[in-house]
């Protein structure tokens, strides 16, 4: 083999050897910054404290009507997650904000029940 196919194989090889460390290198940080933030993450959820879940505050005969009303509205299986008050109490609401509530509202679109 002539020198000058030596010195371009001898130099190729040592380009890749170059990449394939810095690709290593590369991949050990992000693997150091990734058990880094699990760590973190797992530290901050410790120093957290537990929920509990809040009694009810609504009574039994108003979550009954509320459920009867959307078995109307609504067709086939339906699992009602949570209910809350819009207003708490004798809290005061502006009519922007009543407004602006009464359209988001009026955007969902129930589907009417079809006779099948």
């Known amino acids: 083999m002539p020198d000058s196919m030596?010195?371009?194989l001898n130099l190729a090889m040592a380009g890749l050897?170059?990449?394939?460390?810095v690709l290593a290198l590369i991949s050990g940080i992000v693997a150091m910054m990734r058990?880094?933030?699990g760590m973190a993450q797992r530290r901050s959820q410790?120093?957290?404290?537990?929920?509990?879940?809040?009694e009810q505050t609504i009574d039994d005969l108003t979550l009954v009507l509320i459920t009867a009303a959307v078995a109307t509205a609504l067709t086939g299986r339906?699992?009602?997650?949570s209910i809350r008050r819009i207003l708490h109490g004798n809290e005061?609401?502006?009519?922007w904000?009543?407004?602006?509530?009464a359209i988001l509202h009026g955007s969902h679109v129930v589907p009417k029940n079809r006779p099948k």
């Open 6 to 8: 030596l010195y371009g």
């Open 17 to 21: 050897l170059i990449v394939f460390i």
């Open 35 to 37: 058990w880094m933030d």
């Open 46 to 54: 410790a120093k957290q404290p537990v929920v509990q879940k809040s």
């Open 78 to 81: 339906f699992r009602i997650r």
């Open 92 to 95: 005061k609401i502006g009519s």
């Open 97 to 101: 904000s009543t407004t602006g509530r």
